[in-house]
């Protein structure tokens, strides 16, 4: 599976995680919230932080009984190198309006 495969929602995710050290599910929801400007229910954020765990794009640890953080994985990495890099072949040709 590579990030194509992935939701744009579920892309989203991956890059936050990598953008911080730990963060928890809250934390990671708070940051796209104030990014996308929309209301992000856990009904929809766990289940997909779940998907980016089980394909190995995500490690999972727990901070405490209740709350877990996430960290990407090396796989994770890579796969969003590659992302960019399939973006900038396209992007580097764009006419400046």
């Known amino acids: 599976m590579n990030l194509f495969n992935l939701s744009g929602f579920q892309r989203d995710l991956l890059i936050v995680i990598a953008g911080h050290e730990r963060p928890s599910g809250q934390d990671v929801k708070t940051d796209l919230e104030e990014n996308l400007n929309e209301e992000i229910n856990h009904g929809r954020l766990y289940p997909n932080l779940d998907v980016l ?30 992302r960019r890099e ?12």
């Open 53 to 82: 765990v089980k394909e190995g794009y995500v490690d999972k640890g727990q901070i405490d009984r209740r709350t877990n953080y996430y960290t990407i994985s090396e796989k994770g990495r890579e796969a969003l190198r590659e």
């Open 86 to 97: 399939w973006e900038e072949q396209y992007l580097q040709n764009e006419v400046p309006a």
